[in-house]
């Protein structure tokens, strides 16, 4: 809306420079007109045409010479000016392949000339960071020892068998105490609330802990694959109630199904550890210049701006996406759940 006013009182001054001139114009012209005549100024007056003094239709001219100037002269650049806006927001927004229209040979020509050839500058540096990460994917899978990955797999293990079901026979025993403490006092049962709140909160952060230990990679599976599984099992284990809209996708490149891969993990884990939510909604779909993943809860929600600075698994999400050229956009609320959606632009073809 700022800057709608602005491109308004853009406007406005040509049409208000346009009046000046034309009033000065017009002084000029009536001072010639009388400079020899007895009557002087005075004549504007006394003459008449329609029964009005001439110097009325003179203003009324003057005023309709300068509206129509104003605006023949501001209207072309308010164009110009709402394409190029119009382009800028679009680059802001990641779709870099956007080419502004150009027109004409003026400044704000050069100005659409040269954003265009930034924006295929910035597709092009998107390419190579995305080329960069799928090599260094590769190098990484290459060097990467089998028993980082069985370790982690045997701690999942025994921290699922052990500590996982400890925790949760702690859970369902505090709920069976509580039922029978009809004659404890409040102050007993206060400390009972805390006992069953903390492990709950213990049980959501091993959880957490086990999705980043478990699916540590796709390990051969396609990006659509792994997720498929990470859902799954999610929704086997953890009992959460997801919808899921994953359409048909082209190959991609190694670099970026690892990081939205990793990105997805990321926000899971955040769901688990703090947003409470029941129900998740996951989409992931393919446009023509773009690849998009979608993912919805309806948690607690969380103030963006506080948060966003603060938050280590919200920053390592915008790194995972920023390193293969794509934009993260969250959107939430206190009590409005959150929305996160990741673009990325398809420059592999």
């Given at each position: 809306?700022?800057?709608?006013?602005?491109?308004?009182?853009?406007?406005?001054?040509?049409?208000?420079?346009?009046?000046?001139?034309?009033?000065?114009?017009?002084?000029?012209?009536?001072?010639?007109?009388?400079?020899?005549?007895?009557?002087?100024?005075?004549?504007?007056?006394?003459?008449?045409?329609?029964?009005?003094?001439?110097?009325?239709?003179?203003?009324?001219?003057?005023?309709?010479?300068?509206?129509?100037?104003?605006?023949?002269?501001?209207?072309?650049?308010?164009?110009?000016?709402?394409q190029i806006l119009h382009g800028v927001l679009l680059y802001e927004r990641g779709t870099f392949f956007h080419q502004i229209e150009s027109e004409g040979e003026d400044e704000l020509a050069e100005l659409t000339d040269r954003l265009n050839r930034m924006a295929e500058r910035v597709e092009e540096q998107v390419a190579s960071l995305q080329r960069l990460s799928s090599e260094r994917a590769k190098m990484q899978e290459t060097v990467k020892k089998a028993a980082v990955t069985e370790e982690r797999q045997r701690l999942a293990r025994d921290l699922h068998d052990a500590v996982s079901q400890q925790l949760f026979a702690i859970s369902m025993m505090t709920a069976a105490i509580k039922q029978n403490l009809h004659e404890a006092t409040e102050e007993v049962q206060q400390q009972m609330d805390v006992v069953e709140k903390m492990?709950?909160?213990?049980?959501?952060?091993?959880?957490?802990?086990?999705?980043?230990?478990?699916?540590?990679?796709?390990?051969?599976?396609?990006?659509?694959?792994?997720?498929?599984?990470?859902?799954?099992?999610?929704?086997?284990?953890?009992?959460?109630?997801?919808?899921?809209?994953?359409?048909?996708?082209?190959?991609?490149?190694?670099?970026?199904?690892?990081?939205?891969?990793?990105?997805?993990?990321?926000?899971?884990?955040?769901?688990?550890?703090?947003?409470?939510?029941?129900?998740?909604?996951?989409?992931?779909?393919?446009?023509?210049?773009?690849?998009?993943?979608?993912?919805?809860?309806?948690?607690?929600?969380?103030?963006?701006?506080?948060?966003?600075?603060?938050?280590?698994?919200?920053?390592?999400?915008?790194?995972?996406?920023n390193e293969i050229g794509g934009v993260l956009d969250i959107v939430s609320a206190p009590g409005k759940g959150t929305q996160l959606e990741a673009k990325i632009p398809i420059t592999w073809r």
């Open positions: 809306m700022k800057k709608r006013r602005r491109l308004a009182q853009l406007q406005w001054q040509f049409i208000r420079n346009s009046l000046i001139v034309s009033f000065f114009a017009v002084l000029f012209t009536v001072v010639i007109m009388t400079y020899d005549d007895i009557a002087g100024l005075t004549m504007l007056f006394d003459k008449q045409i329609v029964q009005l003094p001439i110097i009325v239709p003179i203003l009324l001219s003057m005023i309709a010479i300068g509206l129509i100037a104003g605006m023949m002269q501001s209207l072309p650049i308010k164009r110009k000016l709402d492990a709950n909160t213990a049980q959501a952060e091993m959880r957490a802990l086990l999705l980043h230990l478990r699916p540590a990679e796709l390990e051969g599976k396609s990006l659509q694959q792994g997720v498929e599984y990470l859902l799954h099992e999610l929704e086997q284990k953890q009992g959460f109630k997801i919808t899921k809209r994953l359409e048909p996708m082209d190959e991609l490149p190694k670099g970026v199904e690892d990081q939205l891969f990793r990105m997805l993990q990321e926000a899971i884990s955040n769901i688990l550890r703090h947003a409470q939510a029941h129900h998740v909604e996951v989409r992931f779909w393919q446009t023509e210049r773009q690849v998009r993943l979608k993912l919805i809860d309806d948690g607690i929600g969380f103030d963006v701006q506080k948060e966003t600075h603060g938050s280590y698994g919200l920053q390592t999400m915008h790194e995972r996406i």
